[in-house]
């Protein structure tokens, strides 16, 4: 292991102290929780919108605490869920009097601290809901869809989701819109380089240099099938027709495109399959509504990247073109 | 047999130590068909788990394991906090006020951890999971204290729950993080179900010293 740390058991607390400095203005820590929320107060009181989950995923979650998105971030251990307690402080710190929504993956810890948090938050009379994104087509087949982990289809709905909050709406119209942007948003992608965690100092899966794991989780975990490389424009043709057809895709349709590098991957062999994914949607002519490429959600210093897309609708496409404002996430209104 | 309370504790420092020793085995365990983050969250709690017993004067052992609980609910997270923090506080809850245990007590326990457990992760035996450790091993721990001392049942059952921890290699994972991985998951142990096993077996090497 070759990283630039100074001791492996506080990684998450040492970069956490080093973000918060960075962005002094933007972003602080609960005193007595590892939760990230806004400085400034949201001008009107609206919806708190908090996510959380392990850390070694940057700039997720922290980087996603921002104005039109959200107000709070509970960090886990890297790739383990933050404890229940921590996500109750964070309910607890942003609730406006209009309840708070909680927008995370579908991972088994996730789900059993988030809800455990809810309860807690419940017992005190707050109006607490969740949407749990699902996007990964590799995890699971489509009838067991329910089942499918999260990948960088978060950022999608954090857009979303976040943008209904900032707009005024109320929980359950938040939740009404997140989830339906859950639905129509699909994923896949491909390793081709391991991460290692910190703490065990180790490659999470192994690959021979000439080979690939397609359907990679964000979290080293293996994916459909390892396969031998090939050409960019053949993987993205495997990745994307995939996910065209799970959904599925039709012409006529507008959509939003991310691509996401894992951590080690550069930006220009991103842009190569954007490239070709491009090339793609205009033979199926379907229409685009906005590009992202780049890191959005990493997976320590994984190399791969992973495609994902998003079927919108007129409210959807507002959403995601409403302004954002995070250290790392900054968008205009792109509706004016 | 009856385990007085400073007994108790040192069965739980022990099974801290154990999975301390054990943590590389584990991790690699997880890495095969999870993230490989399970050895290292577990040793970070059974740690502060070990120190925050350590730091403590009570001599009630229901309080001995909400404390081990409440360290891996408020400070681990991930799946093992809820999982392992929640039914150590449960069985706490069980168990408070008891400065002694028979071996009806430790039934309690175990059984009061496996319910937690399988009530928040929703599992069942044959899911791949530490409940095919906990469940063998409870079941088979109450039929055997009708007839048998606590260290002969424990040991009866613990060859049970060795039985569940070894089946998990041929199923196909159903729930949690490896269910994903359908075909794939074959021929791998789970690591929550291994775990589980080395907290028993840690238990049962603990007795057995008492005994001597």
Redesign the interface.
Known sequence: MKKFINDP?VVVDEALEGYVAAYPDSVEVLSDARVLVRKKDPSFAKVGVITGG?SGHKPAFLGYVGEGLCDAAAI???????????IYKGIKKINMGKGVICLYGN???DI??FR?AKTLAEMEGIEVDEVIAKDDI???PKDTME???AVAGEVIMWKVGGAAAAEGMNIKQIKDVASRAVFNTRSFGVGSFPCI?P??G?P??KLEDDEIEIGI?H????GIKKEKLKSADEITGVLLDAILEDLPFKNNDTVSVLINGLGATPFQELYIVNRKVTEILQKYKINKLITYVGEYFTSLEMAGFSITLTKVDDEIARLILAKADSPMFKQFDLNK | MIISAADFKNILLNISDAIEKNVNYLTELDAEIGDGDHGANMEKGFKKIKQQLLASETQDGGEMLIIAGKVLLNEIGGAMGPLYGGGLVKAGVALKGKSSFNKNDILNLFASMLESIKSLGGAKIGDKTMVDTLEPFVTEYGKAIVELELPEAFEKALISAKKGMLSTKDIISRIGRSSRLLERSKGHLDVGATSSYIILESFYKSITLLLN
């Open positions: 058991t392990g886990g251990e890297i790739f383990a869920a933050p404890p229940a307690v921590w991972f088994s810890g059993m601290n455990m590799a995890s699971s089942n499918r982990r965690i703490a065990t180790k999470s899966f989780g979290h080293g975990e293996p």
